[in-house]
């Protein structure tokens, strides 16, 4: 069984940061990509950004320049660095891994609970 937990959010003042943290954990072969989407309410959930097990990144327009995301690929770790802050940032943040379970095996979505982020003005 896969889990992924995340920590880190919490409210904040617009123009703050926060860091936002997901370990990964289970009976897992390999996370070909770890990431971050979000959810505001009434909207969908949007992707935020992802990153490859060899590093390469993707990051949504809104956050480019303001958030930066790293992997250890040996703790099976994300996290997301958020820095100048804005309302708009605030949504349930919630950490997304696609891995496999053994060699040569499927590949998997994999999501976490949820942590809340809210910026205030």
């Known amino acids: 069984q896969v889990q992924l937990v995340e920590s880190g959010g919490g409210l904040v003042q617009a123009g703050g940061s926060l860091r936002l943290s997901c370990a990964a954990s289970?009976?897992?072969?390999?996370?070909?990509?770890m990431g971050w989407y979000r959810q505001a309410p009434g909207k969908q959930r949007e992707l935020v950004t992802t990153?490859?097990?060899?590093?390469?990144?993707n990051y949504a327009d809104s956050v480019k320049g303001r958030f930066t995301v790293s992997r250890d690929n040996a703790k099976n770790t994300v996290s997301l660095q958020m820095n100048s802050l804005k309302p708009e940032d605030t949504a349930v943040y919630y950490c997304h891994a696609l891995l496999a379970l053994k060699y040569g095996g499927d590949l998997y979505t994999h999501w976490g609970q949820g942590t809340q982020v809210t910026v205030s003005s």
């Open positions: 289970g009976s897992i072969f390999s996370i070909n990509v």
């Open positions: 990153i490859t097990s060899g590093g390469g990144t």
